[in-house]
């Protein structure tokens, strides 16, 4: 008797365990459907509402939604906006070595004039 129990507490275990996994992938089937129509209107309707929905897509499927929004918006932008943000990808670390030169020099500059003050003032 008891060992009978045993094998139907085993099948009752493995029946609700394959019922569960069922359930599981037919709610994340439904999901993927629900993200890739989403995903599909946010490659027409602009850059920000395309990050805002590729980043809810990424989270619903477990990934970063942080590049996947990233993604979306440069995805929604006009070919001009593109060309401007690579524009400033490319000067960005030129301006930023021009501001460390000039930074540098104002530096040298306000060495230069503590050291003729301390001159000045001694002799």
Not at 35 to 39: E, R
């Given at each position: 008797?008891a060992?009978?129990?045993e094998?139907?507490?085993n099948?009752l275990l493995?029946l609700?365990r394959?019922?569960?996994?069922?359930?599981?992938?037919l709610?994340?089937?439904?999901?993927?459907?629900v993200?890739?129509?989403?995903?599909e209107r946010?490659?027409?309707?602009?850059?920000v509402?395309?990050?805002?929905?590729?980043?809810v897509?990424?989270?619903l499927?477990?990934?970063?939604?942080?590049?996947a929004?990233?993604?979306?918006?440069?995805?929604?932008m006009?070919?001009q906006?593109?060309?401007?943000l690579v524009?400033?990808?490319?000067?960005?670390?030129?301006l930023?070595?021009?501001?460390?030169?000039?930074?540098?020099l104002?530096l040298?500059?306000r060495?230069?004039?503590?050291?003729?003050r301390?001159a000045?003032q001694?002799?």
């Open positions: 008797m060992v009978a129990l094998r139907l507490e099948s493995r609700v394959a019922a569960v996994e069922a359930c599981v992938q709610i994340s089937t439904k999901i993927e459907r993200v890739g129509k989403l995903a946010a490659d027409k309707s602009g850059a509402p395309g990050a805002a929905l590729r980043a897509r990424a989270a499927l477990g990934k970063s939604p942080v590049w929004a990233i993604k979306g918006a440069i995805a929604g006009s070919w906006t593109k060309l401007i524009a400033g990808m490319i000067l960005f670390p030129i930023l070595v021009v501001l460390g030169v000039v930074l540098l104002v040298i500059v060495a230069v004039v503590v050291a003729f301390a000045t001694r002799g």
